[in-house]
């Protein structure tokens, strides 16, 4: 159980370009997913909060018109990168929350989407 | 905001050597997780600590949760070559609201393990 997809698993676009960017729970219901971005070899960075069914919270220094975020379901959450440059390429990681009703409450990860602009 | 330091940044070990990573923090947690990260991957979790002074394992790893609440550490005993990637510590403060799940990570561990 527990299993969070991603799609694509790899884009690459030409700058100016938009991506969307897909996340599942395939067999649980999240009503809270996250979104974070990834350099190589580095830690990964929380770029926003996304819940079911009202506006995303991003972090400070994100750009909320450049990466929009979209949680119209309990299963899907997307995020596009609008108007994509090369600094935006990066590997973009979602992750699920998943609330247990007699356990812990606990982020499943995504398998990520590895994003290269032109 | 809250951080952490994750040590030591990159293990080069033989393998069935036994490893010990550990983090700390400048602020209180009240949870501690271990996640393993392969290449081009998500995370994935390994061990889940709730209780200052937890100490839980999952076969082979083994993890604490630091009595002040503010460290953690995890070892990995008789390594083996599927045991390479890189281990993440994270952190939760649960304030409730809009912060209530996140998590705040440590910087990494790589980990390369030689036949």
């Known amino acids: 159980g527990a299993v969070v997809s991603q799609h694509p698993s790899r884009v690459i676009c030409k700058s100016g370009t938009s991506v969307k960017i897909e996340c599942r729970s395939l067999?649980?219901?999240?009503?809270?997913m996250f979104w974070y971005r990834q350099f190589p070899k580095k830690s990964l960075m929380l770029m926003a909060t996304?819940?079911?069914?009202?506006?995303?919270?991003?972090e400070q220094g994100v750009e909320k018109d450049k990466f929009l975020i979209n949680h119209a379901s309990l299963t899907l959450s997307t995020l596009t990168v609008t108007s994509a440059h090369p600094e935006d390429s990066s590997f973009y990681i979602c992750?699920?929350?998943?609330?247990?009703?007699?356990?812990?409450?606990?982020?499943?990860f995504g398998p990520g989407t590895r994003l290269t602009v032109l | 905001g809250q951080q952490l330091n994750q040590s030591p940044q990159s293990m080069f070990i033989q393998e069935g050597e036994d490893v010990s990573m550990n983090c700390t923090s400048s602020?209180?947690?009240?949870?501690w997780l271990w996640y393993k990260q392969d290449p081009g991957e998500g995370p994935v979790l390994l061990i889940a600590?709730?209780?200052?002074?937890e100490l839980t394992s999952n076969g082979r790893l083994t993890a604490q949760f630091g009595i002040t609440r503010k460290d953690s550490f995890l070892n990995i005993s008789a390594s083996i070559p599927s045991d390479v990637g890189i281990y993440f510590c994270a952190g939760r403060y649960n304030a409730g609201g809009t912060s209530y799940g996140k998590l705040t990570f440590g910087q990494g561990t790589i980990l390369t393990v030689h036949p």
């Open positions: 600590l709730y209780k200052a002074g």
């Open positions: 602020s209180i947690f009240n949870t």
């Open positions: 996304s819940n079911e069914g009202s506006k995303a919270t991003y």
């Open positions: 067999d649980f219901q999240a009503t809270t």
């Open positions: 992750s699920a929350l998943i609330l247990a009703e007699h356990s812990y409450n606990e982020q499943f």
